[in-house]
Nanobody
Framework: QVKLVESGGGSVQAGGSLRLSCAAS??????AAWFRQAPGKDREFVAS????????LYGDSVKGRSTIWRDDAKNTVDLRMSGLKPEDTALYSC??????????????????WGQGTQVTVSA
């Protein structure tokens, strides 16, 4: 079973940027994604990247100010977010699919999850 560990979260002022990283314990041979969940809210899709590294998908709330990419040599999936807003405050978790290589925005499509890293954006 692949273990995922996120890092890079923290506190940032509105308008700032962050780079989140997800390190896997082994090779990631499927699609991967980032989700987030704020207190009292449902889990929200942020971004997904296919195995080919070229196909990506973004949630509407982060589209245009986020970039997801993977480094298969390092077994990492990173997410950079800019123009951060207080509403971006959430626990950000990475996830990978069990077999599928294409992107998906559905959390139920992902089999393995990390513990998450907290992002707090102050006004």
């Amino acid at each position: 079973q692949v273990k995922l560990v996120e890092s890079g979260g923290g506190s940032v002022q509105a308008g700032g940027s962050l780079r989140l990283s997800c390190a896997a314990s082994g090779r990631i041979s499927t699609a991967a994604a980032w989700f987030r969940q704020a207190p009292g809210k449902d889990r929200e899709f942020v971004a997904s990247v296919a195995l080919n590294g070229r196909d990506t998908l973004y949630g509407d709330s982060v589209k245009g100010r986020s970039t997801i990419w993977r480094d298969d040599a390092k077994n990492t999936v990173d997410l950079r977010m800019s123009g951060l807003k207080p509403e971006d405050t959430a626990l950000y978790s990475c996830a990978i699919r069990s077999r599928e290589v294409i992107v998906s925005s559905e959390w139920a499509d992902y089999a393995y999850w990390g513990q998450g890293t907290q992002v707090t954006v102050s006004a």
